[in-house]
């Protein structure tokens, strides 16, 4: 499983690419409105922070045609190479859209998605990516984790190349349960990427072993 970042706060993902192995940033028009920064000024700072890691920017405009002209904008505006994934939701201009992009040369994430079905269509479509959104099932009396499970087995059996890239949470437990079906990757906010890497059990073990080897570790260095 590979671990993306679910934000645009500079600092955060500054600390996340520090300390975690981090495999990209993915962000959304509700993300980067919490930053209260323009699009054309956040998004190099992004850039300049992961490199070459994957970065996922979810597209605005509604119809398909629209949709291709804005990410290839972006791509040459921010001079966006291979790691660039454009985000686009399920809706049936974003389905037309999926195609139109890839037929472009560039590789598309499916975002918004709530239904095993909607995630076949979208692989069908040649989604590189799908974002299942767990916790937002769970609000609606569904089930996030069934739909990921149900995603990730319906994958395997169609012989999908397709990734499955799960999205919405709240807490640690919907990761470890989505970690456990299989699911490819997840994305986070930085206070569950931060607890799901830390265990306070680690902790008191790290303070005991200082305890214990102050008197002995007498290697200078």
Same mark, same amino acid.
């Given at each position: 499983m590979i671990y993306l970042a679910d934000t645009a706060n500079i600092e955060e993902i500054k600390t996340?690419?520090?300390?975690?192995?981090? +495999?990209g940033v993915t962000t959304n028009p509700t993300i980067l409105k919490? +930053?209260?920064?323009?699009?054309?000024?956040?998004?190099?700072?992004?850039?300049?922070?992961?490199g070459d890691k994957m970065f996922h920017i979810q597209m605005?405009?509604?119809?398909? +045609?629209?949709i291709l002209q804005e990410a290839k904008k972006y791509?040459?505006?921010?001079?966006?190479?291979?790691?660039?994934y454009v985000k686009i939701p399920v809706t049936r201009e974003g389905f037309k859209a999926i195609r139109m992009v890839k037929d472009a040369g560039m590789k598309v994430t499916a975002t918004a998605i709530f239904t095993q079905q909607q995630a076949i269509v979208a692989a069908n479509a040649g989604a590189d990516f799908v974002a299942p959104y767990v916790n937002r099932l769970d609000?609606?009396?569904?089930?996030g984790i069934d739909v990921v499970s149900d995603i990730v087995k319906c994958?395997?059996?169609?012989?999908? +190349? $397709?990734?499955? !890239?799960?999205?919405?949470?709240?807490n640690v437990d919907q990761i470890y349960r989505?970690?456990? $079906?299989?699911?490819?990757?997840?994305?986070a906010n930085f206070e569950v990427i931060n607890a799901l890497m830390n265990h306070p059990m680690t902790e008191q073990g790290v303070s005991d072993f200082e305890k214990?080897?102050?008197? !002995?570790?007498?290697?200078?260095?």
């Amino acid at each position: 499983m590979i671990y993306l970042a679910d934000t645009a706060n500079i600092e955060e993902i500054k600390t996340l690419f520090e300390y975690y192995p981090m +495999e990209g940033v993915t962000t959304n028009p509700t993300i980067l409105k919490h +930053e209260n920064q323009p699009f054309s000024v956040i998004i190099p700072q992004i850039q300049q922070i992961i490199g070459d890691k994957m970065f996922h920017i979810q597209m605005i405009s509604r119809k398909a +045609e629209t949709i291709l002209q804005e990410a290839k904008k972006y791509r040459e505006l921010f001079d966006l190479r291979s790691n660039y994934y454009v985000k686009i939701p399920v809706t049936r201009e974003g389905f037309k859209a999926i195609r139109m992009v890839k037929d472009a040369g560039m590789k598309v994430t499916a975002t918004a998605i709530f239904t095993q079905q909607q995630a076949i269509v979208a692989a069908n479509a040649g989604a590189d990516f799908v974002a299942p959104y767990v916790n937002r099932l769970d609000n609606i009396v569904s089930h996030g984790i069934d739909v990921v499970s149900d995603i990730v087995k319906c994958f395997k059996m169609f012989g999908f +190349e $397709t990734k499955v !890239l799960a999205a919405s949470f709240k807490n640690v437990d919907q990761i470890y349960r989505v970690s456990m $079906t299989g699911c490819h990757s997840v994305t986070a906010n930085f206070e569950v990427i931060n607890a799901l890497m830390n265990h306070p059990m680690t902790e008191q073990g790290v303070s005991d072993f200082e305890k214990d080897g102050k008197d !002995l570790y007498d290697v200078k260095f």
